[in-house]
């Protein structure tokens, strides 16, 4: 059964950094297009990035966190992580990662993905 396994999160200052992960277990992370999606309370999920199959290189970043956030994937570690650089109170959220089993292309809608994470908070104070 292949598993996917969220990880870090947690209280920052504004201009400090973080890094969430999403692990693939039981199968190979580069086989899967990763979306990364936040919730704010109060707000609708927006997709933040998204990475494609069989790529290293991110296909969508939301435009407020351009510059600062970084998608990567790295096979060894079968895991894709979220970079997210110099945070500011409004990238407070419960940050979620979402795969599909498909071909190079990846998808800012929610919906497009076959596994949607539980979540993990990411709360950054002023």
């Known amino acids: 059964q292949v598993q996917f396994v969220e990880s870090g999160g947690g209280l920052v200052h504004s201009g400090e950094s973080l890094r969430i992960s999403c692990e693939v277990r039981g199968s190979t992370v580069a086989d899967y297009s990763v979306g990364w999606f936040r919730q704010a309370p109060g707000k609708e999920r927006e997709a933040v990035s998204c990475i494609g199959s069989g790529t290293t290189s991110p296909i969508y970043y939301l435009d407020s966190v351009k510059g600062r956030f970084t998608a990567s994937r790295d096979a060894m570690k079968n895991t894709v992580f979220l970079q997210m650089n110099n945070l500011k109170p409004d990238d407070t959220a419960v940050y979620y990662c979402?795969?599909?089993?498909?071909?190079?292309?990846?998808?800012?809608?929610?919906?497009?993905?076959?596994?949607r994470g539980q979540g993990t908070q990411v709360t950054v104070s002023s």
């Open positions: 979402a795969t599909k089993r498909v071909r190079g292309v990846c998808s800012g809608s929610w919906r497009w993905y076959s596994y």
